[in-house]
Nanobody
Framework: QVQLVESGGGLVQAGGSLRLSCLAS????????MGWFRQPPGKEREFVAA????????YYVDSVKGRFTISRDNAKNTVYLQMISLKPEDTAVYYC??????????????WGQGTPVTVSS
């Protein structure tokens, strides 16, 4: 059964950095495009960043462009999200998932527990 396990979140001051990890327990991880999503308190979950199967193509929403970097290690079945210059509005629970390229929609309605990020001002 496919599982997604996110980690690396925490409490950080504005301007700080965090690196999130997501371990996917699935065969052929290297054939899937991956995305990071976040759900701020009291709001809907939203797409944040994507990386294609090879790691050569990435995409970011405007609000995180230049501050977040998505990467992956296919040998470890892991996708990362390096976040710098964090802002209070980045506060959310962060999730990863398998996605369809260009639409950024998830292809499996299976979510991990997420990892919470809190940015204090």
């Amino acid at each position: 059964q496919v599982q997604l396990v996110e980690s690396g979140g925490g409490l950080v001051q504005a301007g700080g950095s965090l690196r999130l990890s997501c371990l996917a327990s699935t065969r052929r991880f290297d054939t899937y495009h991956m995305g990071w999503f976040r759900q701020p308190p009291g709001k809907e979950r939203e797409f944040v960043a994507a990386i294609n199967w090879s790691g050569k193509d990435t995409y970011y929403v405007d609000s995180v462009k230049g501050r977040f970097t998505i990467s992956r290690d296919n040998a470890k079945n892991t996708v990362y999200l390096q976040m710098i210059s964090l802002k209070p509005e980045d506060t959310a629970v962060y999730y990863c998932n398998f996605i369809q390229w260009d639409t950024w929609s998830v292809i499996l309605e299976i979510w991990g527990q997420g990892t919470p990020v809190t940015v204090s001002s």
